[in-house]
Protein backbone atom coordinates (compact mmCIF):
# COMPACT_ATOMS: atom_id res chain seq x y z
CA UNK A 1 0.00 0.00 0.00
CA UNK A 2 2.81 2.30 0.06
CA UNK A 3 3.72 4.93 -2.27
CA UNK A 4 6.86 6.33 -2.13
CA UNK A 5 7.32 6.90 1.71
CA UNK A 6 3.87 7.95 1.44
CA UNK A 7 0.95 5.80 2.46
CA UNK A 8 -2.30 5.62 0.41
CA UNK A 9 -5.99 6.60 2.22
CA UNK A 10 -9.10 6.69 2.30
CA UNK A 11 -11.07 10.30 2.19
CA UNK A 12 -14.36 10.18 2.80
CA UNK A 13 -17.03 12.49 3.24
CA UNK A 14 -19.08 12.50 6.51
CA UNK A 15 -22.85 13.56 5.90
CA UNK A 16 -24.23 11.07 3.27
CA UNK A 17 -21.41 8.58 3.57
CA UNK A 18 -20.80 8.18 6.85
CA UNK A 19 -24.13 9.22 8.84
CA UNK A 20 -27.63 9.89 7.37
CA UNK A 21 -27.95 13.29 5.51
CA UNK A 22 -29.71 16.31 7.48
CA UNK A 23 -28.93 19.30 5.57
CA UNK A 24 -27.11 21.41 8.26
CA UNK A 25 -26.76 19.25 11.03
CA UNK A 26 -27.77 22.24 13.68
CA UNK A 27 -28.56 19.75 16.41
CA UNK A 28 -26.33 17.32 18.08
CA UNK A 29 -29.28 15.04 18.10
CA UNK A 30 -29.99 14.93 14.84
CA UNK A 31 -26.41 13.32 14.00
CA UNK A 32 -27.10 9.72 12.86
CA UNK A 33 -24.40 7.64 12.20
CA UNK A 34 -25.34 4.96 9.08
CA UNK A 35 -25.65 1.51 11.21
CA UNK A 36 -23.07 -0.42 8.76
CA UNK A 37 -20.24 2.99 8.98
CA UNK A 38 -18.32 1.54 11.67
CA UNK A 39 -18.02 -2.34 10.75
CA UNK A 40 -17.17 -0.80 7.10
CA UNK A 41 -14.51 1.63 8.15
CA UNK A 42 -12.81 -1.20 10.91
CA UNK A 43 -12.48 -2.97 7.77
CA UNK A 44 -9.89 -0.22 6.70
CA UNK A 45 -8.39 -0.35 9.65
CA UNK A 46 -7.84 -3.94 9.87
CA UNK A 47 -6.38 -3.62 6.37
CA UNK A 48 -4.07 -0.88 7.27
CA UNK A 49 -5.83 2.32 5.20
CA UNK A 50 -5.50 5.45 7.31
CA UNK A 51 -9.55 6.83 7.02
CA UNK A 52 -9.50 10.48 7.33
CA UNK A 53 -12.67 12.22 7.12
CA UNK A 54 -12.79 15.91 4.94
CA UNK A 55 -16.31 17.99 5.14
CA UNK A 56 -18.18 21.56 4.37
CA UNK A 57 -19.50 22.68 7.04
CA UNK A 58 -20.33 26.33 5.73
CA UNK A 59 -23.49 26.50 8.72
CA UNK A 60 -20.94 28.09 10.55
CA UNK A 61 -20.40 30.60 8.17
CA UNK A 62 -24.15 31.17 7.67
CA UNK A 63 -24.94 31.51 11.23
CA UNK A 64 -26.87 28.22 11.79
CA UNK A 65 -24.78 26.85 14.30
CA UNK A 66 -22.01 27.46 16.21
CA UNK A 67 -18.46 25.88 15.59
CA UNK A 68 -18.76 24.22 18.42
CA UNK A 69 -20.87 22.16 17.74
CA UNK A 70 -19.01 20.68 14.63
CA UNK A 71 -16.46 19.15 16.99
CA UNK A 72 -19.46 17.62 19.15
CA UNK A 73 -20.95 16.12 16.11
CA UNK A 74 -17.24 14.47 15.61
CA UNK A 75 -16.30 13.83 19.48
CA UNK A 76 -20.17 12.05 19.06
CA UNK A 77 -19.09 10.53 15.56
CA UNK A 78 -15.73 9.65 16.70
CA UNK A 79 -17.16 7.62 20.29
CA UNK A 80 -19.78 6.03 17.88
CA UNK A 81 -17.27 4.51 15.40
CA UNK A 82 -15.07 3.23 18.21
CA UNK A 83 -17.86 1.14 20.08
CA UNK A 84 -18.02 -0.45 16.80
CA UNK A 85 -14.27 -0.94 16.76
CA UNK A 86 -13.42 1.31 14.18
CA UNK A 87 -10.94 5.09 14.01
CA UNK A 88 -10.81 7.88 12.44
CA UNK A 89 -7.01 8.84 11.56
CA UNK A 90 -8.15 12.57 11.03
CA UNK A 91 -10.91 14.73 10.56
CA UNK A 92 -10.85 17.77 8.20
CA UNK A 93 -13.41 20.58 7.85
CA UNK A 94 -14.18 24.06 6.27
CA UNK A 95 -16.57 25.89 7.75
CA UNK A 96 -16.56 28.67 4.44
CA UNK A 97 -19.58 28.85 2.07
CA UNK A 98 -18.51 28.80 -1.46
CA UNK A 99 -18.61 33.09 -1.26
CA UNK A 100 -15.38 32.70 0.70
CA UNK A 101 -12.20 32.81 -0.95
CA UNK A 102 -10.38 29.57 1.16
CA UNK A 103 -9.23 26.76 -0.65
CA UNK A 104 -10.58 24.08 1.74
CA UNK A 105 -14.06 24.15 0.55
CA UNK A 106 -14.57 21.24 -1.22
CA UNK A 107 -14.52 20.93 -4.19
CA UNK A 108 -11.16 22.65 -3.65
CA UNK A 109 -8.51 20.27 -2.62
CA UNK A 110 -7.78 22.22 0.08
CA UNK A 111 -8.42 19.44 3.25
CA UNK A 112 -6.76 16.91 0.87
CA UNK A 113 -3.58 18.36 1.07
CA UNK A 114 -4.02 19.55 4.30
CA UNK A 115 -4.27 15.35 5.67
CA UNK A 116 -1.51 14.62 3.13
CA UNK A 117 0.92 16.76 4.50
CA UNK A 118 -0.32 16.53 8.48
CA UNK A 119 -0.45 12.67 8.01
CA UNK A 120 2.37 11.74 5.22
CA UNK A 121 -0.07 10.65 2.98
CA UNK A 122 -0.22 10.03 -0.91
CA UNK A 123 -3.40 12.26 -2.53
CA UNK A 124 -2.73 9.92 -5.63
CA UNK A 125 -3.68 6.45 -5.78
CA UNK A 126 -5.81 7.20 -2.80
CA UNK A 127 -9.62 7.13 -2.64
CA UNK A 128 -12.55 9.65 -2.30
CA UNK A 129 -16.00 8.30 -0.98
CA UNK A 130 -18.71 10.41 -1.20
CA UNK A 131 -22.10 10.83 -2.06
CA UNK A 132 -21.33 13.84 -3.58
CA UNK A 133 -20.54 14.36 -7.27
CA UNK A 134 -18.44 17.04 -6.92
CA UNK A 135 -16.66 15.62 -3.82
CA UNK A 136 -15.34 12.63 -6.37
CA UNK A 137 -14.56 14.89 -8.92
CA UNK A 138 -12.26 16.52 -6.76
CA UNK A 139 -10.97 13.37 -5.74
CA UNK A 140 -10.36 12.81 -9.47
CA UNK A 141 -9.05 15.79 -10.19
CA UNK A 142 -6.41 14.99 -7.41
CA UNK A 143 -5.58 11.84 -8.61
CA UNK A 144 -7.75 9.53 -6.60
CA UNK A 145 -10.08 6.95 -7.55
CA UNK A 146 -13.44 8.65 -6.98
CA UNK A 147 -16.27 6.33 -5.66
CA UNK A 148 -19.73 7.48 -5.89
CA UNK A 149 -22.38 6.19 -2.78
CA UNK A 150 -26.38 6.13 -3.42
CA UNK A 151 -26.91 7.12 0.33
CA UNK A 152 -27.23 10.69 1.50
CA UNK A 153 -27.46 12.61 -2.03
CA UNK A 154 -26.01 10.32 -4.10
CA UNK A 155 -28.88 8.51 -5.42
CA UNK A 156 -30.62 11.77 -7.14
CA UNK A 157 -27.35 13.37 -7.89
CA UNK A 158 -26.46 10.13 -9.88
CA UNK A 159 -29.69 9.81 -11.71
CA UNK A 160 -30.96 13.15 -12.42
CA UNK A 161 -27.46 14.67 -13.32
CA UNK A 162 -24.80 11.69 -14.32
CA UNK A 163 -25.42 12.88 -17.80
CA UNK A 164 -23.87 15.97 -17.52
CA UNK A 165 -20.84 15.05 -16.05
CA UNK A 166 -18.10 15.41 -17.88
CA UNK A 167 -16.36 12.97 -16.27
CA UNK A 168 -18.00 9.89 -14.41
CA UNK A 169 -16.93 9.00 -10.84
CA UNK A 170 -14.89 5.58 -11.03
CA UNK A 171 -17.39 3.70 -9.64
CA UNK A 172 -20.61 3.93 -8.01
CA UNK A 173 -22.05 1.50 -5.35
CA UNK A 174 -24.51 1.30 -3.16
CA UNK A 175 -23.01 2.37 0.20
CA UNK A 176 -20.00 3.03 2.21
CA UNK A 177 -20.22 -1.06 2.81
CA UNK A 178 -19.74 -1.80 -0.67
CA UNK A 179 -17.18 1.25 -1.34
CA UNK A 180 -14.50 -0.74 1.15
CA UNK A 181 -15.78 -3.51 -0.62
CA UNK A 182 -14.28 -2.71 -3.71
CA UNK A 183 -11.03 -0.71 -2.25
CA UNK A 184 -9.91 -3.81 -0.70
CA UNK A 185 -10.22 -5.72 -3.69
CA UNK A 186 -8.28 -3.56 -5.31
CA UNK A 187 -5.45 -3.30 -2.76
Known amino acids: MENGKRRRAVFLDRDGTIAEEMGYLNH ?13 IRRLNEAAWPVI ?14 EELIHQVHDRMVAE ?4 GARLDGIYYCPHHSGHACDCRKPKPGLLERAAREHSLA ?3 SFVVSDRYADVQMGQTAGCSGILVLTGYGRGEYDWNRQSWPRQ ?13 LILRRQ
Not at 28 to 40: D, H, I, N, T, V
Not at 56 to 66: A, C, E, H, K, L
Not at 81 to 84: F, N, T
Request: proline share 6%.
Open 28 to 40: LSRFQLFPFAAAA
Open 53 to 66: VVTNQSGVTRGFFP
Open 81 to 84: LAAG
Open 123 to 125: IEG
Open 169 to 181: PDSVVEDLTAAVD
